[in-house]
């Protein structure tokens, strides 16, 4: 029952939370993630809660992304005993959204990386890159 109180009173304070870590140009991808995650129509008692954690530990390690390296960062995730669901749900939204997320996915692996997985993870590096460039030019733009 907690988990859902948590959707009712906070659904746009885990989109704000998110924007804050993810690429401009993803803000409307994570904010349909985000609804769609915690849909109460898809969400019943046995999912709601690995929903909330999973976007709970997800803000959390692409804040973390943000200013550590991603290999403490996965460290620290795998030390903690996290149930499968929970994990596969942080992995793939890192991947989508953090900063770090390729690497972080790659690291975290805890069986075979698919290929089409993998075809995944080389499409969300580029990206990520292009956006990289993109901030250098416009923040040398501005100065």
Known sequence: MEAYNRINAGLDSWIEEGKKVIYEEKHDEWESCVRALLDKKLCNDSTVLTHVQA???AINVMFK????????VASEFERKSYPINVIEFVR???????????????????????????????SIRSYNQELR???????????
């Open 65 to 72: 992304l943000m200013t550590e390296p991603f290999l403490d």
């Open 133 to 143: 460039k993109l901030r250098l030019v416009n923040a040398r733009e501005k100065n």
């Open 55 to 57: 976007l709970d530990v």
């Open 92 to 122: 793939n939204i890192v991947l989508r959204f953090g900063y770090s997320g390729p690497e972080f996915f790659e690291v975290t692996a805890y069986r075979v990386i698919t290929p089409d997985e993998m075809q995944q993870v080389q």
